[in-house]
């Protein structure tokens, strides 16, 4: 591997634990998703998902 400054080490650490974060919410968003369409009530699917209230109901209004 070629040397690295250590800013290109810290910018490469911060893009992947920011590429796992966006991968968690993605994640979540397709389960909660799967439990609007499966009729969870929007508070139930809130709790399991650790989205937010706007991010449910944006979600939810998406399938109606």
């Known amino acids: 591997m070629p040397y ?3 800013w290109e080490r810290s910018a ?3 893009g992947k634990i920011e ?3 966006e991968g ?4 979540a968003k397709e389960a909660a998703k799967k439990m609007i369409d499966k009729g969870f ?5 809130m709790d399991i998902s650790g989205l937010k ?4 109901q944006k979600l939810a ?3 109606n």
């Open 4 to 6: 690295l400054a250590s």
């Open 12 to 14: 490469r650490r911060k």
């Open 19 to 21: 590429g796992k974060f």
């Open 24 to 27: 968690m919410e993605l994640k």
């Open 41 to 45: 009530e929007l508070e139930v699917v």
């Open 53 to 56: 209230k706007e991010e449910v």
């Open 61 to 63: 209004s998406a399938f």
